[in-house]
Nanobody
């Protein structure tokens, strides 16, 4: 069982940066693949980024590639999402997700554990 708590959201102007963090409970964190998804008002939840259990492999949505960076610290049971050059279309609730066995890291249905989400708002 893994519990996830996101933090770091907020309001930022376009072109600015934010760093999200996800704190995970459980001694098996180091064996879980982790991901970030987001959901904008009136839209379905979408994949943002994922990272393998070791941190050696990362995946990004095309819309954030080159602007966002996912990383993890297994010693501290944390995964991070560094977001740069933010755009108004990045406005959404951002969710952290985890699972012990992921074959399709971009697929929402692969992840059994979810955080409560943190709001990111990017103004013009």
């Amino acid at each position: 069982q893994v519990q996830l708590v996101e933090s770091g959201g907020g309001l930022v102007q376009a072109g600015g940066s934010l760093s999200l963090s996800c704190a995970a409970s459980g001694r098996t964190f180091g064996s879980y693949a982790m991901a970030w998804f987001r959901q904008a008002p009136g839209k379905e939840r979408e994949f943002v980024a994922a990272i393998s259990w070791s941190g050696g492999t990362t995946y990004y949505a095309d819309s954030v590639k080159g602007r966002f960076t996912i990383s993890r610290d297994n010693a501290k049971n944390r995964v991070h999402l560094e977001m740069n050059n933010l755009k108004p279309e990045d406005t959404a609730v951002y969710y952290c997700a985890a699972d012990g066995s992921v074959r399709h890291p971009r697929a929402e249905w692969e992840y059994d554990y979810w955080g409560q989400g943190t709001q990111v708002t990017v103004s013009e």
